[in-house]
């Protein structure tokens, strides 16, 4: 028997309220009960890309040609088939060496995930109790607001299927007690995964490592609390300077139109939606229906 708390949902994307009705939970495996998080140390990651082999194969993702821009990057974005990208960006630091910063991007999976706030599909985005922030492309439009709504710019259209794809945190692998394809795939210790307070505890003691003996002064665990924080964290050399790591936001924000238009510009629309609808009721019932006019000998209506 698989632990009943480990994939339950906490919010859905279209839906009017908190309490996802019947059919909400999945079938579960032993694992990690309560929040999840991945930790990725920036610091020991050597650009193998195993981690972007693991995630193509496990996903079963459609091959994509990749392309050479000037960089060891396997291709310049994430893309709908394609959820895990290594960032390369070669920094110079205040001495005049240079270092390479390394990044591995996907989905935050965010504890206010703007996604699922901008998504007006119900049921296309779910987010579950332990963190996990999941498609299903069933019940998918294609408005595509979810990439609008997203301060990481990780949700991708596929053209041809209409439907819009990102990076899972492997919820098939976690929900039967696996821990996600990527990590089990890194060479270095580079990626951990556990629970979310255990994972902060590792993230802390390895910045403080940084701090006190590679003589990285700015070094710090990446966890941003604008969006409630994510369940995907990074241990960065310098947290002063997100920015240089593949353009990580240093205050991500989700925009205030798509935080409250369901629970206050939605409503509002209805409202004159219904107005109007009324108005046109009661003026048929008052002044009658529009009657045609009179014709004069010349074709014109008569003033």
Same mark, same amino acid.
């Given at each position: ?46 650009? +193998?890309?195993? +981690?972007?082999?693991?995630? %193509? ?10 392309? @050479? !821009? ?20 070669? #920094? ?16 935050? #999976? ?8 901008? +998504? ?13 922030? !999941? ?28 439907? %819009?794809?990102? +990076? ?35 993230? !802390? ?38 920015? $240089? ?10 925009? $205030?139109? @798509? ?10 629309? $209805? ?33």
């Amino acid at each position: 028997m698989g632990d009943e708390r480990m994939m339950q949902i906490k919010a859905i994307s279209g839906h009017p309220g908190t309490v996802p009705g019947k059919g909400a939970q999945r079938e579960q495996g032993e694992g990690i009960a309560g929040e999840v998080c991945k930790l990725i140390d920036v610091t020991t990651c050597i650009g +193998c890309k195993a +981690c972007e082999v693991a995630c %193509v194969e496990w996903n079963d993702m459609p091959f994509q040609q990749t392309n @050479f !821009d000037n960089t060891y990057q396997t291709m310049p974005t994430t893309d709908w088939n394609y959820w895990n990208l290594i960032k390369f960006d070669e #920094h110079e630091r205040e001495d005049g060496t240079f270092m390479w910063l390394m990044r591995k991007d996907q989905c935050m #999976h965010c504890e206010q995930p703007g996604c699922l706030m901008a +998504c007006p599909a119900d049921g296309a985005i779910v987010q579950y109790t332990n963190g996990i922030v !999941d498609f299903n492309q069933d019940n998918c439009i294609g408005c595509q607001y979810c990439a609008s709504g997203c301060p990481f710019n990780i949700p991708k259209f596929n053209p041809t299927t209409k439907k %819009v794809y990102k +990076c899972t945190l492997c919820s098939d692998r976690v929900g039967s007690g696996l821990e996600p394809a990527c990590i089990k795939a890194c060479p270095t210790g580079c990626l951990h995964f556990g629970t979310k307070s255990d994972m902060v505890e590792l993230a !802390d003691a390895r910045a403080s490592q940084l701090r006190q003996y590679s003589g990285f002064e700015n070094a710090g665990v990446y966890d941003p609390s604008s969006i409630g924080g994510t369940h995907v964290i990074y241990v960065l050399h310098d947290t002063t300077k997100p920015e $240089l790591y593949g353009g990580l936001p240093a205050n991500p924000q989700i925009s $205030l139109s @798509f935080t409250y238009w369901k629970w206050l510009a939605k409503p509002i629309g $209805l409202a004159f939606a219904l107005s109007a609808i009324l108005a046109a009721f009661f003026h048929y019932i008052f002044a009658g229906p529009k009657l045609p006019q009179p014709e004069t000998e010349g074709g014109k209506e008569e003033v």
